[in-house]
């Protein structure tokens, strides 16, 4: 069994800064590539950053500068840095990694963290 928790959600007044912070956890053989995804009230799911194993990094377009992708490989954890928040990166934030268990080493599934709400605004 493995999880993922997030945390480090909250309220911040536009212009500001979070940082999320998402920990697995469990049956772990090894992790692959890693995400963040955040959905708004009333509307899809969406891809905010995604990091590879080997660190490369890509942005939506909509962060693209004023958020940072990273992660611990000694610690199964990723991270997002928050900056210059505006009020329609409001969004609940989740996790997503791409996980090879004890039990199915070649075969990475994919696992969501149950989410972190940050909300920006005045």
């Known amino acids: 069994q493995v999880q993922l928790v997030e945390s480090g959600g909250g309220w911040v007044q536009p212009g500001g800064s979070l940082r999320l912070s998402c920990a697995a956890s469990g049956s772990i053989f090894n992790i692959n590539a890693m995400a963040w995804y955040r959905q708004a009230p009333g509307k899809e799911r969406e891809l905010v950053a995604h990091i590879t194993r080997g660190g490369s990094t890509n942005y939506a377009n909509a962060v693209k500068g004023r958020f940072t992708i990273s992660r611990d490989s000694a610690k199964n954890t990723v991270y997002l840095q928050m900056n210059s928040l505006k009020a329609e990166d409001t969004a609940v934030y989740y996790c997503?990694?791409?996980?090879?268990?004890?039990?199915?080493?070649?075969?990475?599934?994919?696992?969501w963290g149950q989410g972190t709400l940050v909300t920006v605004s005045s």
């Open positions: 997503n990694a791409q996980i090879a268990t004890l039990t199915s080493p070649s075969r990475p599934l994919g696992f």
